[in-house]
């Protein structure tokens, strides 16, 4: 069975500061507000059979069950099926593909799916699971935070700090320049006033090059999973910002009305050291499932998980840069971690309409070996 993604929906991106232009919003406000987003564009989304919503930090803001509580926020029908999710950054991608995986084995006719992170809410690592310091673990499978992950991921790719630096730049001039192109951003819901996203600031190459490394202190604190000295490469420039944000995708097993089909969708897991080269493998694992080669691609949201995923996607592989987070990437406007996949999505449906092309593909990667990626068909 076909599954059509009739529109998906974003907020904005803010910073997740007591200042933040979300940071007084809540995380099923934010749902809501997407709902009815999709309800005011002519759909039906609280008539949907399935309701699944990532998130990975499911405490305090973000616990009792996120996608409960965002379901009787929005009003959403009693009898819908919901779950919440925690796949890690690919967590709102996985719901997505969850959601797929429903209709086509006819348990739904329609569902939403997607992510939501409060990150001024609900802070990286705030469950405090027991993992994050348990050295009864053999050291190749301890806990090590992304951000030291990526810079053991530079050294062993030989990822150079200049690419890097290319990376952050192209995203934050992309971000800015796609800002004044409505149509990069026509299913971008504003929420609380932003319009825009909030953390974009383009740079240049001088200014990266001055920038000290960001991670030395994890490196130090978790020396005890390490086989030798952490080297560092990545800055705070190679991460993507902290923030808050949401994002909803309408799926059916209806042709009329959709934006585009899905026309294959994958996962793999990973190394849990080697960590964000997960999402290359589903990719690769997506692309064969739908016969296409990746210069058949129109289109492509790559998950800018720290500068060097983006970085060693550009050099190792048969890509034209010019089709790539055309309109700026994770670097410049921040990773809602359980939200990203369902944001990439949105994002993805608008650059292929903007460009008027035919085949997209969002690829996400994640902490631990996550890697998710869809390929769609623009209708």
């Not at 599954?3 to 919003?25: C, F, N, Q, S, W």
């Not at 939403?112 to 053999?138: C, I, K, N, T």
């Not at 994002?247 to 959709?258: H, K, M, P, R, T």
């Amino acid at each position: 069975m076909t599954v059509y993604i009739h529109d998906a929906v974003r907020t904005p991106r803010g910073k997740a500061k007591p200042d933040g232009a979300l940071a007084g919003e809540t995380p099923h406000g934010l749902v809501t507000r997407l709902v009815d987003a999709l309800d005011e564009r002519g759909h039906a989304p609280r008539s949907i059979d399935r309701f699944t919503l990532g998130c990975v930090g499911q405490v305090g803001a973000q616990g009792g069950g996120v996608a409960m509580v965002s379901k009787m926020a929005a009003n959403l029908p009693d009898a819908c099926v919901v779950h919440s999710i925690n796949n890690f950054c690919a967590s709102g991608l996985t719901a997505i593909g969850l959601s797929l995986d429903a209709i086509e084995a006819g348990r739904a006719a329609s569902a939403l799916a997607g992510g939501v992170e409060m990150m001024s809410r609900v802070p990286f690592m705030a469950d405090r699971a027991d993992y994050y310091s348990d050295q009864s673990f053999p050291p190749e499978r301890r806990y090590i935070p992304v951000g030291l992950a990526a810079d053991l991921l530079a050294r062993s790719e030989d990822i150079s700090r200049e690419a890097m630096d290319e990376a952050a730049e192209r995203s934050q001039r992309l971000a800015a320049a796609a800002e004044d192109r409505p149509g990069f951003n026509a299913s971008r819901i504003a929420v609380a006033g932003l319009t825009r996203e909030e953390s974009i600031r383009p740079t240049s190459l001088r200014k990266l090059a001055e920038m000290p490394h960001a991670f030395t202190t994890w490196g130090e604190e978790y020396a005890h999973a390490l086989s030798e000295p952490a080297t560092h490469r990545h800055t705070v420039a190679h991460a993507p910002p902290i923030v808050d944000g949401a994002g909803l995708a309408l799926l059916s097993n209806e042709a009329a009305g959709a934006r585009a089909r899905i026309v294959s969708y994958a996962e793999m897991g990973g190394d849990p050291r080697a960590s964000l080269t997960a999402g290359f493998a589903a990719m690769e694992k997506a692309l064969e499932q739908a016969g296409l080669s990746l210069d058949r691609i129109d289109r492509i949201e790559f998950m800018e998980a720290f500068a060097v995923t983006i970085a060693k996607f550009l050099r190792d592989f048969p890509v034209d840069p010019g089709k790539v987070n055309v309109s700026g990437g994770h670097l410049a406007k921040g990773h809602p971690m359980g939200a990203t996949g369902a944001i990439l999505t949105s994002t993805l449906l608008d650059v292929l309409d903007e460009t008027d092309q035919r085949f997209g593909m969002v690829v996400c990667t994640g902490a631990q070996g996550v890697g998710a990626a869809m390929i769609v068909e623009r209708l």
